[in-house]
């Protein structure tokens, strides 16, 4: 594998399911990113991970916990969502912190909450 | 309230036609970056501009950041169905911001 995986590309949950997102990044960086992409709206950062640390929380709601074990990995552990957190999870890596902002981003996670 | 105005929102030509579109803020950026997001994949880098009036071109997309450093535009030459895309711009100030995007469709 290269470059950014998340899993899984697609979910379907309930207002009372408990999910993860996950991501890997197999280039070696140093910082990680998760985003929300919702339709006609800008890319909206949420966590910030650089080296392990969260470096910033840009005011996400308490039903959003991220998680990084280790510069590969960062999850988005997801509970008690509602319709509007319906939307593209985008996670991206870059080699370290903004890095100029020169981000690699994975696929994404189309998350639909009903 | 939306710091990076991307124009237009939607644009719809036929092959082989010429477009620009841009990216305007009120704020100041030490670099900014353009994306292309195609469905069902995240943003992927085209370039990276950081000197006012700076231009950068890559094959037929030229890029030009304002002397000021508030906006930029990109420029596509003969357009082809491959440049259908969502196209993305972002500017780094104390944060970073992305704009909502111009959805560029190229029709064979």
């Known amino acids: 594998e290269t470059g950014v995986t998340q899993t899984p590309r697609h979910l379907v949950m309930g207002m009372t399911n408990k999910k993860s997102l996950k991501c890997e990044q197999h280039l070696g960086h140093n910082a990680m990113y998760w985003y929300k992409q919702s339709a006609k709206k800008p890319l909206e950062l949420m966590f910030v991970?650089?080296?392990?640390?969260?470096?910033e929380n840009n005011s996400v709601p308490s039903r959003f916990s991220p998680e990084c074990p280790n510069s590969s990995h960062l999850f988005l552990h997801l509970h008690t969502l509602q319709p509007e957190d319906s939307a593209l999870y985008l996670c991206a890596s870059s080699q370290d912190l903004w890095q100029g902002l020169e981000q690699y981003f994975g696929p994404g996670t189309r998350l639909t909450v009903t | 309230t939306q710091l990076l105005e991307q124009s237009p929102q939607f644009l719809s030509i036929q092959e082989g036609e010429n477009l620009t579109v841009y990216c305007n803020s009120s704020s100041v950026f030490s670099s900014l970056q353009w994306y292309r997001q195609e469905p069902g994949e995240g943003p992927v880098l085209l370039v990276t501009v950081v000197t006012g009036g700076e231009v950068k071109k890559l094959k037929r997309l030229t890029f030009q950041f304002g002397d000021a450093r508030k906006d930029s535009s990109l420029h596509i030459t003969a357009a082809q169905p491959g440049d259908t895309g969502l196209y993305l711009c972002?500017?780094?100030?104390?944060?970073?911001?992305f704009g909502a995007g111009t959805r560029l469709t190229v029709k064979p």
């Open positions: 991970y650089s080296l392990e640390e969260r470096v």
């Open positions: 972002a500017g780094e100030d104390n944060d970073m911001r």
